[in-house]
């Protein structure tokens, strides 16, 4: 196949706000395919808060350096296949990265994790692998349930309610029995979204007519069993004074605290001594510690939503040249639900839907 494979590749470390400033587009040769290996097509990249941290020393996903490809988990379709195990046409997801195309050089490569998705259900639109169905929905499953430990009668609060996770964890928190879900977000659609979608209460942290404590207070009478964060920051620290006996914290991200310009921005929870008094607990957590238990959490979140106890609002974006401003807008709390940027057509044709 003749072509070249738009990329953006990383062109400096990133202090402070990562931004568009912080990329480089290129044009590089399309990959030649050699026995055994096959050549994907980017449909979908998605976007998650997370990715700023694969930029930085340590990252559980390898650390993105200046001079290479982004990461990014993306739906994409083979092209071309010289490996008896893909045709033209099936579905895939992975680590596709910034890019137009992927090449899959050997079948199980840990940089690229691609699976087939050969078993999707019929009749769902193959985006849902990057939320509901993804490690976005087994997140929202095993912090509430496993980390969380939540049980019928638990008042829940959820930070960052309206992004892909948080709103998948109020549903499911409902679904479980909590006796209250809470959600906190920016903005009165997104406040009036997680209304529709069965949250209880709704704290709009864009209030400025009291202070964010006040308005968790007043939102929260009784406590909280189990705070399920996405944001870190001043909501921790407000969520802390909240803590019911033997509350637990699920620590799933610190959104906020993301773009530091140094060390010194990083702001720690000064409350974390409530824990003491009430007995609480607060533990951090990735995804793939449950990877061995996914088909577990996958079977329960795909009969939710064939129930239609389980709705994903997705933000779909346009354009190549939009990826890295697209990213930003995570941080920016532009986006409304999973965000995502449609890179290429599918094509139907050859595709098993």
């Not at 290129?26 to 026995?35: F, I, L, N």
């Not at 909240?242 to 610190?254: F, P, S, T, W």
């Not at 996914?294 to 354009?319: F, H, N």
Request: net charge positive; glycine share 12%; aromatic share 8%.
């Amino acid at each position: 196949m003749s072509g070249i494979n738009r990329q953006w590749k990383l062109a400096k470390p990133v202090t402070g706000m990562i931004g568009p400033e912080h990329f480089e587009k290129v044009s590089a040769p399309m990959p030649k395919v050699g026995d055994g290996e096959v050549l994907f097509k980017n449909i979908y990249l998605s976007f998650d808060p997370a990715q700023r941290t694969w930029l930085t020393k340590g990252s559980y996903m390898g650390q993105v350096t200046p001079g290479m490809v982004m990461k990014a988990q993306s739906i994409m379709q083979v092209v071309e296949s010289k490996n008896s195990k893909w045709k033209v046409g099936d579905l895939a997801t992975g680590v596709g990265g910034w890019q137009d195309y992927v090449l899959m050089t050997k079948e199980k490569d840990p940089n690229l994790q691609i699976r087939s998705l050969s078993m999707l259900p019929q009749g769902v639109s193959p985006t849902l692998v990057l939320s509901l169905f993804g490690t976005t929905g087994l997140t929202a499953y095993f912090g509430l349930l496993d980390i969380g430990k939540m049980k019928k009668g638990d008042i829940v609060l959820v930070s960052g309610a309206a992004g892909a996770t948080g709103s998948i964890v109020g549903q499911i928190a409902k679904i479980k029995g909590a006796s209250k879900v809470i959600g906190i977000a920016g903005g009165k659609a997104k406040c009036d979204y997680l209304k529709e979608i069965g949250f209880d209460e709704v704290v709009d942290y864009r209030d400025t007519s009291s202070s964010l404590i006040s308005k968790m207070r007043k939102a929260c009478p009784k406590g909280v069993d189990v705070y399920f964060d996405n944001v870190g920051g001043e909501t921790l620290e407000a969520a802390l004074l909240l803590m019911r006996k033997r509350g637990r914290i699920a620590l799933c991200g610190g959104i906020s605290q993301y773009n530091p310009k140094g060390a010194a921005d990083v702001q720690g929870p000064k409350t974390y001594l409530n824990l003491i008094g009430t007995s609480s607990s607060m533990e951090g957590f990735l995804v793939f510690q449950f990877a061995r238990r996914y088909p577990e959490g996958l079977q329960q979140l795909a009969k939710w939503y064939q129930q239609g106890l389980l709705k994903q609002k997705e933000d779909v974006r346009t354009g190549f040249d939009n990826i890295p401003k697209t990213l930003q807008g995570l941080y920016t709390s532009s986006n409304f639900g999973k965000m995502l940027l449609k890179m290429h057509d599918l094509d139907t044709k050859n595709a098993k839907l």
